[in-house]
């Protein structure tokens, strides 16, 4: 069965860079989430996008942007990174209407590490 | 603001022991209540999620409750395999999408 599928899977960037995380849910699932892990500690809830429109924010820092295409993959973008930034970034989605009463099914994570 | 936390933070039994991981949370007001599994570096496997309508869901070897009341859900791991090692994650849902997690139980099987 397909599963979520994030791009890329590991990224190196400098401080004060940019990047963009991509995230390709499974098909026909309407709802994406974005959650950060840093080293040793629990996922955090970032934000969650439902149709396309953004449906609850969480800890997201306010350099940090993100949205849902018309073809429901999402983008995370993240500006002016801080090595605090450094972590597994996962992106989940959900089936229709069911949102957060749903299972949340999550792809392999992106690894960002900020030098 | 939802608190969830699993108690042991970490678990080493032999291999076959049945064993209980434990999570609690301060709202019992949740849609629902998830169970993963998460390899060290890898991404989060959803085994078993219970509504909160729900008191129980079964998967294999896997049996997961739910307690509004009491603010707690158990994951029972039958006959244990050194594959189960692993740090086992419960996270609620409440108001809303966002999944809120436990610390994790990092459990060891030792053949």
């Known amino acids: 069965a397909a599963g979520v599928i994030q791009s890329p899977r590991h990224l190196i960037k400098e401080k004060r860079e940019t990047a963009t995380l991509k995230c390709y849910p499974i098909p026909r699932h309407d709802t994406v989430y974005w959650y950060q892990q840093g080293p040793g500690q629990d996922p955090q809830f970032l934000i969650s996008f439902y149709e396309k429109m953004q449906s609850d924010k969480g800890s997201i820092p306010d350099r940090f942007s993100a949205q849902q295409f018309s073809d429901y993959h999402s983008e995370l973008n993240m500006s002016s990174l801080e090595l605090g930034d450094s972590a597994l970034y996962f992106c989940?989605?959900?089936?229709?209407?069911?949102?957060?009463?749903?299972?949340?099914?999550f792809g392999p994570g992106t690894r960002l590490l900020v030098l | 603001k939802q608190e969830v936390t699993q108690i042991p933070a970490a678990l080493s039994v032999p291999e076959g022991e049945n064993l209980v991981l434990n999570c609690s949370f301060t709202?019992?007001?949740?849609?629902?209540l998830q169970w993963f599994r998460q390899d060290p570096g890898k991404g989060l496997t959803s085994l078993l999620l219970?509504?909160?309508?729900?008191r129980e869901q079964t998967s294999g070897r896997l049996n997961a409750s739910l307690d509004k009341s009491s603010g707690r859900s158990t994951l029972y791991i039958a006959a244990s395999q050194p594959g189960d090692s692993a740090t086992y994650l419960c996270a609620a849902t409440i108001g809303g999408n966002m999944l809120t997690f436990g610390g994790g139980t990092r459990l060891m099987v030792k053949p």
């Open positions: 989940a989605s959900s089936s229709p209407g069911q949102g957060g009463e749903g299972t949340q099914y």
């Open positions: 709202d019992s007001a949740i849609y629902n």
């Open positions: 219970i509504q909160s309508s729900q």
